[in-house]
């Protein structure tokens, strides 16, 4: 497809689960980017990558967080031992990232993920 | 890190008023203002966006203003309309994170017919 798909789009899982949310980012996009929006909230920082680069994780909110991109281009989040607070819409993105500046973002449509 | 605040978290406006929402950061090195809108239940999308070396942009009835000495920018949009009622975001790009985007909170618009 042309733009940003993620899956899946809708997961309910028990506290204490682990999930894993799958990005697949537009064709050509060097850098990626997860966010974060909890109901009512703004997009909070998860992680980012950019081409060959070591990904800025400086947003995960803990160590039961994770996420890869392999081979430049697909992305999962991992989400160790679910709580709660990990309810919330997970929103990827990818860019164009021309020499590491930022450019437009094209948004998937998020997985909406509710924990038990 | 950089940090992104936004003001206000709500706003409501007569059609046909201005409407002007502010952003400040805090990252003096931060280099691309971009501005995104998310209307109920999508995406959020782009709507303009500016560089540090220009000071304001101007879109038909958007407009972004940059202060870089006061590390803040806002959007200015003139002649609202309903179709205008969304969430927007304001967003900074420090330049020495290759590209990262750091978002405010959102201010959501009402458009009042």
């Known amino acids: 497809g042309a733009g940003v798909s993620q899956s899946p789009s809708n997961k309910v899982t028990e506290k204490g689960k682990d999930v894993e949310l799958r990005c697949d980012p537009i064709?050509?996009?060097?850098?990626l980017y997860w966010y974060r929006q909890s109901l009512g909230q703004g997009l909070e920082f998860l992680i980012y990558?950019?081409?060959?680069?070591?990904?800025?994780k400086s947003g995960l909110p803990s160590d039961r967080f994770s996420a890869e991109r392999t081979g430049g281009s697909v992305s999962t989040l991992t989400i160790q031992r679910t709580q709660q607070e990990d309810s919330a819409v997970y929103l990827c993105?990818?860019?164009?990232?021309?020499?590491?500046?930022?450019?437009?973002?094209?948004f998937g449509e998020g997985s909406r993920l509710t924990v038990l | 890190g950089e940090n992104v605040e936004q003001h206000p978290s709500t706003l409501s406006v007569q059609e046909g008023d201005s409407a002007v929402i502010k952003c400040t950061y805090s990252?003096?090195?931060?280099?691309?203002f971009p501005w995104y809108k998310q209307e109920l239940g999508k995406r959020p999308q782009l709507i303009i966006d500016?560089?540090?070396?220009?000071g304001e942009k101007k879109d038909q009835r958007i407009a972004v203003t940059l202060n870089k000495t006061a590390k803040h920018f806002s959007l200015h949009i003139t002649e609202t309309q309903p179709e205008d009622s969304a969430v927007y975001f304001c967003?900074?790009?420090?330049?020495?994170?290759?590209?990262?985007?750091?978002f405010g909170k959102g201010t959501k618009l009402s458009v009042k017919p």
């Open positions: 993105a990818s860019s164009f990232g021309l020499a590491g500046l930022a450019g437009e973002l094209f």
């Open positions: 064709s050509g996009h060097t850098a």
């Open positions: 990558f950019q081409g060959n680069s070591a990904p800025d």
């Open positions: 990252d003096s090195a931060s280099n691309y």
């Open positions: 500016i560089r540090s070396n220009v």
């Open positions: 967003a900074a790009s420090p330049q020495g994170s290759q590209g990262n985007l750091i």
